[in-house]
């Protein structure tokens, strides 16, 4: 419980600034979080930087690549709606291509569709034709018309300062495109067709910045939300740590203040058996009081020692020891709350009543095993019904099994949760600690415990302790 500062060399002024997003002005308290929050709040950080770079280094090339295609496919039906039928299998030259009825219809190509550029090339590369009189008869060097020659269609898109007539901006966005001219493999020509592509690109490039603000807005606020989220879940965290904080004081006051009185009960005790008349029974009666009052004050120092255990520093001390008589301890200093409710206890070894003379010797410290049997016993007694039976089943062998058994079952809310600190259910003043500290007083003393429980057979909590006879034994527990 105790309050961790988070100025350690180790943090970065990023990392405090984080955690100042999340905590607020308790920046300097470390709670615990919900990791399914913590995923969502790194997939929307991923996101926020993910998706903006996905829609620009992916999405838009694709769509970009779609829009060439789209140019490529309308060149080559524009293409071989230009060339007259009567040529369309013949090598292209100056000559077929001199027709009145060509050039008007390379004209209305380039009216009709607002091409930048025409051209007609021969199987060499020579211009036979082009918008741009001050190219025919040139030759054509661009790389792409390698490719061309070899019957593979080409559109690249790229930049072209535009012509003094258009009323254009002089830097235009352009598809450049190649149509070869095929006859059963031979390259017969190839058409070049020029679009002006500025209008779509700049549409696209919208779609791309808007897509690209929405995504990222998206992440962001998704961000915000988990980060809200982790903060709320931050300060409920703190107030159940301050909530926790604050029962153990008064749980450190409570047991300070009720030692008092049972120090005065003891001291009562001493006054009647030293300077008053008793008689025998009067001295018995005045002996179990002592017992049960020095059972409440071991009580109260033990609840010191359960803080200990969950820290790790307790200091077990076993002994090899008779576990009989704790037993019945137990079972006698119970055996008053049993009666008002009308259930009865019975102790057996081995399957056996407990007889006078039995011994079982065990490998413990005797006041943590009374605790976990009285815990165990007691939470037994609460959940019986009047007329039931708590059974404490004593098994010996090469271990020591504590079985304590009732007829009612554990309610389904709390089977899994059995033995974790606060489980319980149907008790008013339940606080959820017995099985939880005898789970802990079990494991400090190298044992084991487990619940079995069903409507048909009941509820038994089995302990299983290190025997105290044998070498092993023995030397186990010295150790």
């Known amino acids: 419980m105790a309050e961790s500062g988070f100025n350690a060399p180790t943090d970065t002024p990023l990392l405090r600034g984080l955690r100042w997003l999340i905590y607020g002005r308790r920046a300097d308290v470390r709670v615990r979080h919900s990791y399914p929050l913590l995923g969502i709040l790194v997939l929307a950080v991923i996101s926020a930087v993910a998706l903006p770079l996905l829609n620009t280094l992916?999405?838009?090339?694709a769509y970009t690549e779609i829009m060439v295609g789209t140019f490529e496919n309308t060149a080559s039906r524009l293409a071989a709606h230009t060339i007259p039928p009567?040529?369309?299998?013949?090598?292209?030259?100056?000559?077929?291509?001199?027709?009145?009825?060509?050039?008007?219809?390379?004209?209305?190509?380039?009216?009709?569709?607002?091409?930048?550029?025409?051209?007609?090339?021969?199987?060499?590369?020579?211009?036979?034709?082009?918008?741009?009189?001050g190219e025919i008869g040139g030759q054509t060097v661009d790389s792409a018309f390698e490719r061309v020659a070899q019957g593979h269609p080409q559109a690249d898109l790229g930049t072209l300062r535009s012509l003094p007539a258009r009323r254009t901006a002089p830097i235009i966005d352009v598809v450049d495109a190649y149509v070869p001219l095929m006859q059963k493999g031979v390259f017969l020509g190839a058409f070049r067709i020029v679009f002006d592509v500025t209008g779509p690109k700049n549409k696209l490039e919208r779609f791309n910045t808007y897509a690209t603000a929405v995504t990222f807005i998206i992440s962001f606020c998704l961000l915000c939300i988990v980060l809200i989220l982790l903060r709320m879940e931050a300060s409920r965290e703190y107030a159940r740590q301050q909530?926790?904080?604050?029962?153990?004081?008064?749980?450190?006051?409570?047991?300070?203040?009720?030692?008092?009185?049972?120090?005065?009960?003891?001291?009562?005790?001493?006054?009647?058996?030293?300077?008053?008349?008793?008689?025998?029974?009067?001295?018995?009666?005045?002996?179990?009081?002592?017992?049960?009052?020095?059972?409440?004050?071991?009580?109260i120092n033990r609840s010191l020692d359960l803080y200990k255990m969950e820290t790790g520093n307790y200091e077990y001390a076993p002994v090899v020891m008779?576990?009989?008589?704790?037993?019945?301890?137990?079972?006698?200093?119970?055996?008053?709350m049993a009666k008002v409710r009308g259930v009865d206890v019975t102790v057996?070894?081995?399957?056996?009543?407990?007889?006078?003379?039995?011994?079982?010797?065990?490998?413990?410290?005797?006041?943590?095993?009374?605790?976990?049997?009285?815990?165990?016993?007691?939470?037994?007694?609460?959940?019986?019904?009047?007329?039931?039976?708590?059974?404490?089943?004593?098994?010996?062998?090469?271990?020591?099994?504590?079985?304590?058994?009732?007829?009612?079952?554990?309610?389904?809310?709390?089977?899994?949760?059995?033995?974790?600190?606060?489980?319980?259910?149907?008790?008013?003043?339940?606080?959820?600690l017995g099985t939880y500290s005898a789970k802990l007083m079990v494991q400090v003393m190298g044992g084991r415990i487990a619940m079995e429980t069903s409507e048909k057979d009941g509820t038994t909590v089995t302990v299983t302790l290190p025997s105290g006879t044998g070498q092993t034994g023995r030397e186990s527990c010295r150790s």
């Open 322 to 336: 008779d576990i009989l008589p704790t037993c019945r301890r137990v079972a006698d200093d119970l055996s008053g």
């Open 348 to 432: 057996s070894l081995d399957g056996a009543p407990l007889k006078t003379g039995d011994a079982l010797e065990a490998c413990m410290e005797g006041s943590l095993c009374y605790a976990v049997l009285a815990n165990l016993v007691k939470n037994a007694i609460e959940a019986s019904d009047m007329g039931d039976s708590v059974e404490v089943r004593i098994g010996s062998g090469e271990e020591v099994a504590l079985a304590v058994h009732n007829r009612a079952a554990v309610p389904e809310s709390v089977r899994d949760v059995f033995f974790q600190k606060y489980a319980t259910a149907g008790k008013r003043t339940g606080t959820g």
């Open 86 to 133: 009567s040529i369309r299998n013949t090598a292209l030259t100056p000559a077929v291509l001199d027709t009145p009825r060509f050039l008007a219809d390379v004209y209305r190509l380039e009216s009709s569709f607002g091409l930048i550029k025409v051209a007609v090339l021969s199987p060499e590369g020579c211009v036979l034709y082009s918008t741009n009189p």
């Open 243 to 299: 909530a926790d904080a604050l029962r153990l004081d008064v749980e450190h006051i409570t047991r300070h203040d009720i030692k008092t009185p049972l120090l005065g009960a003891l001291n009562g005790i001493n006054y009647l058996e030293n300077f008053t008349a008793v008689d025998a029974e009067q001295r018995d009666m005045l002996e179990e009081m002592r017992q049960s009052l020095n059972t409440g004050l071991d009580l």
């Open 58 to 61: 992916v999405i838009y090339p």
